[in-house]
T-cell receptor
Framework: GQNIDQPTEMTATEGAIVQINCTYQ??????LFWYQQHAGEAPTFLSY????GLEEKGRFSSFLSRSKGYSYLLLKELQMKDSASYLC???????????FGAGTRLFVKA | DVKVTQSSRYLVKRTGEKVFLECVQD?????MFWYRQDPGLGLRLIYF???????EKGDIPEGYSVSREKKERFSLILESASTSQTSMYLC?????????????FGNGTRLTVT
């Protein structure tokens, strides 16, 4: 079967660091994506990992371990505008299908 | 910037009606997708298309069909709407199925079937 798990909700404080975990079991793997979705808006692309290791992009970093079926998204220097849902998604081997987790709602408090 | 435009932001339809959801992208992307998004379930793939007139079933195609007559336009059709199809529908496109090609989403159509 195919399954992507991530926590339902997280709360963190402005200026802090938060790590959102994602574990996956899929029939094939052609990369893992993180998307951000503000309430009532479209998901937007944040990061992509296909090889093991850490990818850094400004305040956001994403890590992948293919052998463990595990990824995390790290958000540093949290801002109020980071309050959103974060979606973990895996693309299958054929390259057409992207499977999404249910998303993690992040609340950033002052 | 890629723009994916969905024709309606909100729709209310009656049970049994035929419903058309339209999506247009302006970046000459090969691939287009229809997802529905429900609380606690995330995004689920309904249908996708990798070329004009080509279509493939996703994970939950039952009760839906699609049409892609032109490269930039991908339509989702609910043949006979049911209350279980009340949901947020998101259209997306991607340049290729190659490594790292992300999905670009439209703003969604919130469909209510009464």
């Amino acid at each position: 079967g195919q399954n992507i798990d991530q926590p339902t909700e997280m709360t963190a404080t402005e200026g802090a660091i938060v790590q959102i975990n994602c574990t996956y079991q899929t029939s094939g793997f052609n990369g893992l994506f993180w998307y951000q979705q503000h309430a009532g808006e479209a998901p937007t692309f944040l990061s992509y990992n296909v090889l093991d290791g850490l990818e850094e992009k400004g305040r956001f970093s994403s890590f992948l371990s293919r052998s463990k079926g595990y990824s995390y998204l790290l958000l540093k220097e949290l801002q109020m505008k980071d309050s959103a849902s974060y979606l973990c998604a895996v693309r299958n081997t054929g390259g057409f299908k992207t499977i999404f987790g249910a998303g993690t709602r992040l609340f950033v408090k002052a | 910037d890629v723009k994916v435009t969905q024709s309606s932001r909100y729709l209310v339809k009656r049970t049994g009606e035929k419903v058309f959801l339209e999506c247009v992208q302006d970046m000459d992307h090969e691939n287009m997708f229809w997802y529905r998004q429900d609380p606690g379930l995330g995004l689920r793939l309904i249908y996708f298309s990798y070329d004009v007139k080509m279509k493939e079933k996703g994970d939950i195609p039952e009760g839906y069909s699609v049409s892609r007559e032109k490269k930039e336009r991908f339509s989702l059709i609910l043949e006979s709407a049911s209350t279980s199809q009340t949901s947020m529908y998101l259209c997306a496109s991607s340049f290729s199925r190659g490594l790292g090609s992300p999905l670009h989403f439209g703003n969604g159509t919130r469909l209510t079937v009464t």
